[in-house]
């Protein structure tokens, strides 16, 4: 079982910056690919980043490449999603998820609780 908790969200304005994290317990951190999700009002979930168990590799949605960049640290249990130059269209709430596949026992999936981004225009 891994708890993620995110935090870093907030109210910005149009071109600012914010810094995400994504705290996780547990030990086994590091086995974990992980990402970042977003879900606007009105609208489902969409994929943000993610990045693999050892931060070697990375994916970005196109909307959020050039601006944002995922990372991890596997000694702290924590990964972050650097946001610059946002936009009004970044506003969401921002969902961490933790995935891995075990053989013999399937995949497991978790998610946060998610964290508020607003960007005013």
């Known amino acids: 079982q891994v708890q993620l908790v995110e935090s870093g969200g907030g109210l910005v304005q149009a071109g600012g910056s914010l810094r995400l994290s994504c705290a996780a317990s547990?030990?086994?951190?590091?086995?974990?690919?992980m990402g970042w999700f977003r879900q606007a009002p009105g609208k489902g979930r969409e994929f943000v980043a993610a990045?693999?168990?050892?931060?070697?590799?990375?994916d970005y949605a196109d909307s959020v490449k050039g601006r944002f960049t995922i990372s991890r640290d596997n000694a702290k249990n924590t990964m972050y999603l650097q946001m610059n130059e946002l936009k009004p269209e970044d506003t969401a709430v921002y969902y961490c998820?933790?995935?891995?596949?075990?053989?013999?026992?399937?995949?497991?999936?978790?998610w946060g609780q998610g964290t508020q981004v607003t960007v005013s225009s």
């Open positions: 998820n933790a995935i891995r596949l075990r053989i013999g026992v399937g995949q497991e999936d978790f």
């Open positions: 547990g030990r086994t951190f590091s086995s974990y690919a």
């Open positions: 990045i693999n168990w050892s931060g070697a590799r990375t």
